[in-house]
């Protein structure tokens, strides 16, 4: 017979004995589901009250005897472990703020300390959560219990959340979007809710997106409103969705904020996309947001587009069809790339970023001389050559030291014809000052494309800086003059087609080049 323990061992279990390396610890097995544990009477109370805690809950104990357990020891009414836990089966009942009995300081400061956020509760569901909270509080040991149950909901959550990311294949940043943080709070909010697991497939994808789009859309009057003082720009961008359809997005753009309006499917059934077919949903677009409001219309250099602006200025008298500069300045780039001498250096260097990236071997090889990654070469934009050849030339010396590396010498493959062609051009000096000078002939150029492609207003920076770009091309010091007028040439000829008055208009008007001599 063991002396001094807790008599809920002697009434609710068998097999008691005494641990000899703890003091106030047993050996002992629930003669209700028959498991055995070691541990102290705290944690025997937690197994057979089923409030949780650091042990399993016994789930052959009859209710009757766990609700006198509950009485005796915890201080608590019968209700079963859902009111111990805080949830309630039935809504809470209406209750005035006078019969709530205080909190425990200990209670209270477990509260606090918790990461419980600050729930925005009716005053019904508020009051009825602080006066359980006053029965719990009251109950002699119950903070402690309390608060290893949630942390215990913590940990549980947090394994879902991880699961989730894990098997949805989500990104891990999404973690740290602001939206996360937000849908986990209103998650956190909604509290004890049984049988609520969020919007259904059909609920979301019907009326819960057609809900968010009227937000969407009540949010963005205030920048309609502003249309008629300010002015905007009608935008057209062709796309291909997931499923490989033709999209053309519109969307309205003014100093406030760019406003998508909607996205068109062309190219239906094999049909070509025209011109008109384009103009009549852009005017449908005009119409909408009224076309005293609207000032120009951009879309890509396409011959259909082309067609759609001609249609446009002849209807619409005071509104004018100007090409998307970023395209137009991508084309410039792609027509210096056609010349040879260019051509000859970004076939070259493609050829190196292919070798390397596509034996993984060699990539491996190289990833023990640097940190950064060879860039590939984009099939849309020719523009991304620029930056395959800056960052080919700032891994340089990592690349040449993977060709003369011990490794490399030792690679099955290093004596065959391609990987000899590719050391010699990793070794040549000749191809690195071609990189050099086809960088430095093609970055005026790509300093202008990166300011139309960013956010805020460009228009009125294109002439200057233009201008300054092909100064630069005139300077460059690292090719010859034939090279030189060669790009020149090109360059004057996209130029001349591409500037509108508009972009004239917009550069007297811009702030950082006002000037008394302007207007003398």
Same mark, same amino acid.
């Given at each position: 017979?063991?002396?001094?323990?807790?008599?809920?061992?002697?009434?609710?279990?068998?097999?008691?004995?005494?641990?000899?390396?703890?003091?106030?610890?047993?050996?002992?097995?629930?003669?209700?589901?028959?498991?055995?544990?070691?541990?102290?009477?705290?944690?025997?109370?937690?197994?057979?009250?089923?409030?949780?805690?650091?042990?399993?809950?016994?789930?052959?104990?009859?209710?009757?005897?766990?609700?006198?357990?509950?009485?005796?020891?915890?201080?608590?009414?019968?209700?079963?472990?859902?009111?111990?836990?805080?949830?309630?089966?039935?809504?809470?009942?209406?209750?005035?703020?006078?019969?709530?009995?205080?909190?425990?300081?200990?209670?209270?400061?477990?509260?606090?300390?918790?990461?419980?956020?600050?729930?925005?509760?009716?005053?019904?569901?508020?009051?009825?959560?602080?006066?359980?909270?006053?029965?719990?509080?009251?109950?002699?040991?119950?903070?402690?219990?309390?608060?290893?149950?949630?942390?215990?909901?913590?940990?549980?959550?947090?394994?879902?959340?991880?699961?989730?990311?894990?098997?949805?294949?989500?990104?891990?940043?999404?973690?740290?979007?602001?939206?996360?943080?937000?849908?986990?709070?209103?998650?956190?909010?909604?509290?004890?809710?049984?049988?609520?697991?969020?919007?259904?497939?059909?609920?979301?994808?019907?009326?819960?997106?057609?809900?968010?789009?009227?937000?969407?859309?009540?949010?963005?009057?205030?920048?309609?409103?502003?249309?008629?003082?300010?002015?905007?720009?009608?935008?057209?961008?062709?796309?291909?969705?997931?499923?490989?359809?033709?999209?053309?997005?519109?969307?309205?753009?003014?100093?406030?904020?760019?406003?998508?309006?909607?996205?068109?499917?062309?190219?239906?059934?094999?049909?070509? &996309?025209?011109? /008109?077919?384009?103009? +009549? #949903?852009?005017? =449908?677009?005009? %119409? @909408?947001?009224?076309?005293?409001? *609207?000032?120009?219309?951009? &879309?890509?250099? /396409?011959?259909?587009? +082309? #067609?759609?602006? =001609?249609?446009? %200025? @002849?209807?619409?008298?005071?509104? *004018?069809?100007?090409?998307?500069?970023?395209?137009?300045?991508?084309?410039?780039?792609?027509?210096?790339?056609?010349?040879?001498?260019?051509?000859?250096?970004?076939?070259?260097?493609?050829?190196?970023?292919?070798?390397?990236?596509?034996?993984?071997?060699?990539?491996?090889?190289?990833?023990?001389?640097?940190?950064?990654?060879?860039?590939?070469?984009?099939?849309?934009?020719?523009?991304?050559?620029?930056?395959?050849?800056?960052?080919?030339?700032?891994?340089?010396?990592?690349?040449?030291?993977?060709?003369?590396?011990?490794?490399?010498?030792?690679?099955?493959?290093?004596?065959?014809?391609?990987?000899?062609?590719?050391?010699?051009?990793?070794?040549?000096?000749?191809?690195?000052?071609?990189?050099?000078?086809?960088?430095?002939?093609?970055?005026?150029?790509?300093?202008?494309?990166?300011?139309?492609?960013?956010?805020?207003?460009?228009?009125?920076?294109?002439?200057?800086?233009?201008?300054?770009?092909?100064?630069?091309?005139?300077?460059?010091?690292?090719?010859?003059?034939?090279?030189?007028?060669?790009?020149?040439?090109?360059?004057?000829?996209?130029?001349?087609?591409?500037?509108?008055?508009?972009?004239?208009?917009?550069?007297?008007?811009?702030?950082?080049?006002?000037?008394?001599?302007?207007?003398?």
């Amino acid at each position: 017979m063991v002396k001094d323990k807790h008599e809920a061992f002697t009434l609710h279990c068998i097999g008691v004995e005494k641990d000899t390396k703890k003091s106030n610890s047993h050996h002992w097995t629930c003669k209700y589901c028959g498991k055995r544990y070691t541990s102290g009477a705290t944690r025997l109370i937690q197994h057979l009250t089923k409030v949780g805690g650091q042990v399993a809950a016994c789930k052959e104990i009859p209710d009757h005897i766990a609700n006198d357990i509950r009485r005796k020891h915890l201080g608590l009414s019968s209700g079963g472990p859902s009111h111990v836990r805080g949830y309630n089966a039935s809504p809470p009942q209406p209750s005035t703020h006078s019969n709530v009995p205080e909190t425990s300081q200990d209670a209270q400061s477990h509260f606090q300390a918790s990461n419980i956020p600050n729930i925005s509760q009716s005053p019904t569901v508020r009051t009825s959560t602080f006066q359980r909270q006053g029965e719990l509080g009251d109950a002699p040991g119950h903070t402690r219990t309390s608060l290893t149950w949630l942390k215990e909901k913590q940990k549980m959550a947090d394994s879902e959340i991880t699961k989730l990311v894990i098997l949805e294949n989500l990104s891990f940043n999404l973690l740290n979007s602001k939206q996360w943080k937000a849908t986990v709070k209103a998650i956190s909010e909604v509290g004890p809710c049984q049988g609520w697991t969020g919007p259904s497939y059909s609920d979301l994808r019907r009326r819960k997106i057609d809900e968010e789009k009227k937000k969407i859309d009540l949010s963005l009057l205030p920048m309609r409103e502003k249309w008629s003082r300010y002015g905007c720009t009608i935008l057209s961008d062709g796309w291909r969705d997931r499923k490989n359809r033709s999209m053309i997005n519109i969307l309205v753009s003014c100093p406030i904020g760019t406003f998508f309006l909607r996205a068109v499917e062309v190219g239906k059934k094999g049909k070509k &996309t025209t011109g /008109a077919f384009i103009y +009549r #949903h852009i005017k =449908k677009a005009i %119409e @909408e947001v009224g076309a005293e409001n *609207v000032v120009q219309v951009v &879309t890509d250099n /396409a011959s259909n587009c +082309r #067609h759609m602006g =001609k249609l446009l %200025e @002849e209807e619409y008298k005071h509104i *004018v069809w100007t090409p998307c500069a970023t395209h137009c300045l991508d084309l410039l780039m792609e027509d210096i790339g056609k010349l040879s001498w260019v051509k000859a250096c970004t076939q070259k260097a493609s050829s190196m970023v292919t070798f390397f990236t596509q034996k993984g071997k060699v990539l491996s090889m190289f990833r023990e001389h640097s940190k950064l990654e060879i860039k590939k070469p984009a099939t849309t934009r020719f523009a991304y050559m620029w930056i395959v050849l800056s960052r080919l030339l700032e891994v340089r010396i990592p690349l040449r030291q993977t060709m003369v590396s011990l490794l490399w010498n030792d690679w099955d493959e290093s004596s065959l014809e391609e990987s000899k062609s590719m050391q010699r051009l990793c070794l040549d000096e000749e191809f690195w000052e071609n990189v050099k000078a086809v960088l430095n002939i093609l970055t005026p150029i790509y300093r202008v494309l990166r300011m139309t492609d960013c956010e805020g207003a460009t228009l009125g920076l294109l002439i200057h800086m233009m201008r300054r770009a092909i100064d630069d091309i005139r300077a460059a010091t690292l090719v010859t003059m034939e090279q030189a007028n060669e790009v020149l040439e090109v360059t004057l000829r996209r130029w001349t087609w591409m500037h509108r008055p508009i972009h004239g208009f917009a550069s007297l008007l811009h702030p950082a080049f006002k000037s008394p001599a302007l207007y003398k």
